[in-house]
């Protein structure tokens, strides 16, 4: 499978816990993106990176979410300290830059925070 | 800051009919670009269609077209010969242009609904 996957594809967690997914992208493709996706809504962007480096955050994440892509390859995407509200579908996509128009969006984590 | 707005929360069809989803955005930029994904129940989001704002022709892909309206912001997609397989979320996207810009605002989605 060549495309974009994800893993877990669902996390059922307690209230205080912390939780990490990961990425893996599409071989060359340099620019990865987690969006978070509430139920009735679309996604919304939360952080980007270039390679290996983190270039753009949203207010969305809040200190408790952490994401690194330290080898400019998969990409970790951790929640310290859940809450209820973090209930969601995590996404992630994968963009070459020579084709820069184009995001391929893995199948995502679903999170469940009890 | 960019919005998206998409005004029909769900919409049927009967296979074989054609449908039309609506999608207004707002955005100061002059240069960018549209997009409609699909992300059917428990699938991935895939892309279905792409427009850039500077084309003042409307772009088609198979079965899918849209109606791109710059002046007045508008973005529809139209369905032509619904097929079961149509069945899904439908999401509106914008994008500015240019290589320091690549993130997407996202609509909030219609659901599509074809019935035999």
């Keep these: 499978d060549t495309g974009v996957s994800q893993d877990p594809r669902h996390k059922i967690t307690k209230r205080g816990q912390n939780v990490t997914f990961r990425c893996d992208p599409i071989s060359e493709h340099n620019r990865l993106y987690w969006y978070r996706q509430t139920l009735g809504q679309g996604p919304e962007f939360l952080t980007y990176f270039q390679n290996e480096a983190q270039l753009e955050k949203s207010r969305l994440l809040s200190d408790r979410f952490s994401a690194e892509r330290p080898k400019g390859s998969f990409s970790t995407l951790e929640i310290q300290r859940t809450e209820q509200g973090d209930s969601a579908m995590y996404l992630c996509a994968t963009l070459n830059l020579a084709v820069l128009n184009e995001q391929f969006f893995g199948p995502g984590t679903r999170l469940t925070v009890l | ?116």
Excluded: H
Aim: proline fraction near 3%; glycine fraction near 4%; include cysteine.
């Design chain 2, 1 to 116: 800051a960019q919005t998206v707005t998409q005004s029909q929360p769900e919409m049927s069809v009967q296979e074989a009919e054609t449908v039309t989803l609506s999608c207004t955005y707002d955005t100061s930029e002059s240069n960018y670009y549209l997009f409609w994904y699909k992300q059917p129940p428990s699938r991935q989001m895939i892309l279905v269609i792409r427009q850039e704002a500077y084309k003042q022709q409307n772009a088609t892909e198979n079965r899918f077209s849209v109606n791109f309206q710059k002046a007045a912001k508008s973005f529809s997609l139209k369905i032509s010969d619904s097929q079961l397989g149509d069945t899904a979320m439908y999401f509106c996207a914008f994008m500015k242009q240019g290589r320091g810009y690549s993130t997407l605002t996202f609509g909030k989605g219609t659901m599509l609904l074809v019935s035999p």
